[in-house]
């Protein structure tokens, strides 16, 4: 076990299950991933031009009221999977497309569970 790969990949796993929740909450309406959208609940933050909506950052909180548990969810089952990849693969050169495939597979299987069905604005760009 490289016990230095997973601590590194997992803290990793925050900022992106942050990102996926982006991911879920948009790309089903074929919105865009960056800037505000009409009649969302919580504008998500923007770091370094990506959009984050982190839930362990604000405490579940902002001003509109309490942000939903989902969130909290994928942020920490993207935690777990990023550091379970770099338990076992931490040294390999395969750990970046493993990494993209968990964080894919995270963000398609929380929309599947909400809405039945899966988006190709996910699934195909994963594939390439």
């Known amino acids: 076990m490289n016990l230095v790969a997973m601590l590194g990949l997992g803290a990793l796993g925050l900022p992106v299950g942050s990102f996926l929740n982006v991911v879920i909450d948009r790309v089903p309406d074929k919105l865009p991933l960056r800037g505000e959208v009409e009649g969302e609940a919580c504008a998500p933050q923007e770091i370094a031009g990506v959009p984050l909506q982190p839930w362990l950052l604000r405490g579940g909180s ?4 309490e942000m939903p548990r989902r969130w ?13 990849i770099g338990a076992r693969f931490g040294d390999e050169t395969s750990v970046l497309p493993l990494l993209v495939l968990a964080a894919a597979l995270v963000a398609v299987s929380v929309i599947d569970l909400r809405l039945l069905r899966i988006p190709d604005r996910i699934t195909f760009p994963t594939l390439a």
């Open 72 to 84: 909290l969810w994928v942020e920490l089952v993207t935690v777990v999977a990023f550091a379970a």
């Open 62 to 65: 902002v001003e509109a009221g």
